[in-house]
């Protein structure tokens, strides 16, 4: 994150000589091991169904390799038959499995992403003193603390999740919950005039609002005992498990991003009711009102639905002032109010 002072200069790629830098080494230093295997053999290997471990491939987002092409590694072996096991005891349905794959595959994308931009400035830091090949190690050397931390970031967040989940089950009407269908509040904040914003701003002030907006978001919506589910460019999809807290975590929101000089104002939008949780995000009718209401929401103020007003309403620390019905797509009377802190 930027200190506010002035941009480092770029760094200039041009004058390196990236023949001395293996594209099958910088791979083995990502993979771990040599790509030696072809689909055919890793089938055999594993005793998958061909045409499954071909979809199983797509859905994690990589396209089929031609027939013969060694693509696979050892790791790779390892990991199907670990998808082997699993299918036997936990995932039969073929169908979920791949949706699975599609879920885990969306999340590690964008993490590799952004972790390859990271080594990539790990890289241009040292270019100068280390050759192409020399600097690609340096970066690969990070990956297995990488490694760790995911693994320790994951298994934190899975005790978090279980925890919601055992609370959750205690509070709701058994004849309403499913598995994946929960009571919750739904809540989307949306940075006003983002695209206007983009376009005065240099790509060095933009990744530092972007950057802050995720910082402060995932800062209020955590100690509001809330979950990010995810951010989409200007927009933060969240959810809690009890209006109030969502209620609490909409005005630290506006409160927070409203002393940001970097960052624009935000209209947020809450709503509360039985949501579908599938694969790490949230369906239904209840984000569908969410979101309306956050493109119905005036800048730095936050709209709740109907559901939400009727717990907040005798909460002493809201206030709730009704506005007129909303006419949104696919609403034509939705009824809203907007959402301050009692003084």
Not at 251 to 261: I, K, N, Q
Not at 321 to 336: E, M, Q, V
Request: without cysteine.
């Amino acid at each position: 994150m930027s200190s506010g002072g002035p941009e480092p200069d770029p760094v200039d790629w041009s004058g390196i000589d990236w023949s001395d830098l293996d594209g099958s080494v910088l791979d083995e230093y990502i993979l771990g091991a040599p790509r030696e295997f072809t689909q055919t053999d890793l089938v055999e290997r594993t005793g998958q169904d061909g045409e499954e471990a071909h979809r199983l491939w797509r859905a994690l987002g990589f396209p089929d390799p031609d027939p013969g092409e060694r693509v696979f590694t050892r790791f790779d072996v390892e990991a199907a038959q670990a998808v082997a096991r699993l299918s036997e005891q936990w995932l039969p349905d073929a169908a979920v499995r791949e949706a699975v794959a599609r879920a885990v595959a969306q999340s590690m994308s964008r993490l590799a992403e952004w972790q390859v931009g990271m080594l990539a400035q790990i890289v241009a830091a040292r270019v100068g003193e280390l050759r192409p090949r020399e600097a690609a190690r340096l970066a690969a050397d990070v990956l297995p603390d990488l490694e760790r931390l995911q693994s320790y970031v994951w298994r934190r967040h899975m005790a978090a999740v279980a925890s919601r989940w055992i609370a959750g089950a205690a509070d709701a009407n058994p004849d309403e919950v499913r598995a994946d269908t929960w009571p919750m509040s739904v809540g989307f904040a949306d940075m006003v005039g983002f695209t206007r914003t983009t376009r005065r701003r240099s790509m060095g002030e933009l990744s530092e609002m972007i950057e802050r907006f995720g910082a402060v978001t995932g800062e209020v919506i955590a100690d509001g005992r809330g979950r990010i589910v995810k951010t989409v460019g200007d927009e933060v999809l969240f959810v809690t498990e009890h209006p109030a807290d969502a209620a609490a975590i909409a005005l630290g929101l506006r409160d927070r991003v409203a002393a940001e000089p970097s960052l624009p104002q935000l209209r947020i939008g809450l709503a509360h009711g039985m949501v579908l949780t599938r694969y790490g995000d949230v369906y239904g009718e209840v984000v569908n009102i969410a979101a309306r209401l956050t493109s119905e929401a005036r800048p730095d103020t936050a709209l709740v639905d109907e559901e939400m007003h009727d717990v907040l309403r005798d909460d002493p620390r809201f206030d709730l002032r009704r506005i007129s019905p909303r006419t949104t797509r696919g609403y034509s009377h939705l009824k809203a109010w907007v959402l301050r802190a009692n003084a």
